[in-house]
């Protein structure tokens, strides 16, 4: 698990060890264990370590026994035991299994791995940088070009270091405020892109190419038995839980008593010999606080567990973690992540988590209350049009009140609602239920939801791993019918069908509560001041991008029970932290609040109260 860096210059200009090193430098909290890069030919690639397999030979760069090949990753490759018989290996590190795997199958390699990976290959042979994304998107890497020279990058602020300016994205800004984040292959900065989960992209003397070479939209429904089902799923999520417990390093798992978390401890717990380690943060608003579910499955499952009740007023840590994120996030459950990262931190270098069950079996309210009782007969184009307005944070017509006169003669015609339609429309071969998912694989979880767990975690150099988000599981979950997954109703119906095997059904059939925060409650109350003053700050409104008179409005009717403006409000104080943090001045280090010109009152402090 590590960060990653590098660029390829057409006219053969040196980077220098300078500007290598800003760059690691950037990212040092993913991997402080330890550094290496190696520049020929105008082609860079760099790496810093977090170390969690043979921790003596793991150094990267890796090199060929001739030289020529030379590779750098961000990430774990699970299966590579496995992958290391037959090959020629002097350590035991998975990265030198990518290298000899390379050497003897060329670029066809990826498609043996099990894991979570960002790769670069400097192939000298060929005069080549060969970048790789695992399948779902869950290691980063950000590209940047300028026609004659290329960098790349695991998080944005490297790019910076490396010399590229820090310019807003105006189609970015319209995405974010539709989906409550920017989705991929764009970012909200200007000219820097997502390399797209499941892709390669190849730079050589002759030019680039970008090809996919792993696909969700391949896979076949099946017509089977529920046990049939159940027994598989079992079966599958075991085999992913397993083979994620390898490592060299202690490791644990979060726990927060819903079903996707507890499912993978409990499995965990009967593949270890000793009782797992368990990570939780509670809050004293019992509207949301899971802690007790947690502590239950603890006891069920004999974990060693931990658990933090926090200050309800997480604000204070607003501006760390949208640095450590690069863009804005409308989702609050940032913070919290980060704090439950910092608890493990503190006894292991890895955990186990639930991520990805949502995604894979339809687990949220949005899906649920979009499909109950709705005709999936009607047209599929009306329908994809009713589900995009389901998840989009703000409609036109909301986006048209506030942007101001100059944001939209900026923004033109652009229209955020393609990032979903050019999904949707691949999807069309699935079922209406399945078709949303796809578009949560694609969109949802590396624009959003896997940022969340890789940053947050990798803020504190914790390495997170999902056994839901395997490749296996990926696969078994859309041959699954997609009535198999909301009836009646009930969301993820045979996810919890299928764990009845191994958890009781109080656990599986609990209420489902979001891992958040009452945020919209401070906004009218505690955080009232802190809202008026970053929102309609001098600052803020001489931007020019919104409206003065609609963001007091909006304030007003929230703070006074007219509307709900949770969301809205979140997403806009979220995109303010990220100007003042990475427009106004591009910060080399998590930002505090008096540096971004804001007061922080004394209540906000981040203070963690041990729980019993």
């Not at 567990?305 to 204070?316: F, G, K, Q, S, V």
């Not at 005709?375 to 703000?394: F, G, H, V, W």
Request: aromatic share 10%; charged share 25%; net charge negative.
């Amino acid at each position: 698990m590590c960060g990653i860096i590098g660029g390829y210059d057409r006219e053969n200009r040196p980077f220098g060890t300078a500007l290598a090193e800003q760059a690691c430098e950037r990212i040092l909290h993913r991997g402080p264990d330890d550094q290496g890069f190696y520049e020929t030919d105008g082609m860079l690639i760099g790496n810093r370590r977090l170390s969690i397999l043979d921790l003596s030979g793991g150094h990267q760069p890796m090199f060929s026994d001739d030289q020529q090949i030379i590779v750098v990753q961000n990430g774990e490759i699970y299966n590579f035991k496995e992958l290391a018989e037959g090959l020629s290996c002097r350590t035991s590190c998975d990265t030198e299994v990518i290298l000899r795997l390379y050497e003897r199958d060329g670029e066809n390699f990826v498609n043996q791995l099990n894991g979570m990976f960002a790769i670069a290959i400097i192939d000298r042979r060929n005069q080549s940088l060969l970048l790789f994304r695992d399948r779902i998107g869950q290691k980063p890497l950000y590209l940047y070009d300028d026609g004659k020279r290329f960098l790349f990058a695991s998080e944005i602020k490297s790019l910076f270091a490396m010399g590229v300016k820090a310019e807003m994205n105006w189609e970015g800004l319209d995405a974010y405020l539709t989906y409550n984040f920017v989705p991929p292959p764009i970012t909200l900065f200007k000219n820097i892109h997502h390399l797209m989960p499941g892709h390669m992209l190849k730079i050589t003397p002759q030019g680039s190419l970008l090809q996919q070479w792993w696909n969700l939209a391949e896979k076949p429904i099946e017509s089977r038995t529920e046990d049939s089902w159940c027994e598989e799923i079992v079966d599958t999520l075991q085999a992913a839980v397993k083979i994620r417990l390898r490592s060299d390093v202690p490791l644990g798992a979060f726990l927060s008593g819903g079903i996707d978390s507890s499912s993978v401890v409990s499995l965990m717990s009967r593949e270890l010999p000793n009782p797992v380690q368990t990570f939780c943060i509670g809050f004293d608003d019992p509207r949301f606080d899971e802690s007790k579910y947690a502590r239950e499955v603890s006891d069920l499952c004999n974990t060693r567990h931990t658990c933090e009740i926090m200050n309800p007023n997480l604000i204070a840590t607003w501006p760390l973690t949208g640095y450590h994120n690069d863009q804005p996030h409308g989702d609050v459950s940032f913070m919290p992540t980060y704090w439950v990262s910092h608890l493990a931190r503190q006894s292991v270098k890895v955990v186990l988590t639930g991520d990805g069950g949502d995604e894979l079996f339809a687990g949220y309210d949005v899906h649920r209350n979009f499909f109950a009782n709705r005709n999936l007969m009607i047209p599929r184009e009306d329908l994809e049009t009713d589900y995009i307005k389901a998840i989009s944070l703000m409609q036109p017509e909301a986006k048209s009140l506030l942007y101001s006169a100059e944001a939209k003669s900026k923004l033109g015609k652009v229209d955020a609602s393609i990032y979903a339609t050019s999904h949707l429309k691949e999807f069309r071969h699935l079922d209406p239920i399945n078709q949303a998912m796809a578009l949560d694989i694609r969109l949802l979880l590396p624009g959003n939801n896997l940022v969340k767990p890789d940053k947050m975690a990798m803020a504190v150099s914790l390495e997170p791993r999902a056994p839901y988000l395997d490749y296996r599981m990926v696969d078994l979950a859309f041959r699954i019918p997609g009535l198999l997954k909301i009836r009646n109703g009930v969301t993820k119906s045979i996810l919890k069908k299928a764990c009845e095997k191994i958890l009781p059904q109080n656990i599986i059939y609990r209420k489902k509560q979001m891992f958040t925060v009452p945020i919209g409650e401070w906004f009218k109350h505690e955080l009232s001041p802190f809202v008026n003053e970053v929102l309609c700050s001098s600052r803020s409104l001489e931007r020019g991008l919104f409206r003065p008179e609609r963001v007091r409005e909006m304030i007003q009717e929230h703070q006074s029970n007219q509307v709900n403006h949770t969301r809205a409000i979140r997403a806009l104080l979220a995109f303010e932290l990220w100007q003042r943090t990475f427009i106004d001045e591009t910060f080399d280090h998590a930002p505090t609040y008096s540096e971004l010109g804001i007061n922080s009152p004394t209540d906000f402090q981040t203070d963690m109260k041990k729980s019993a």
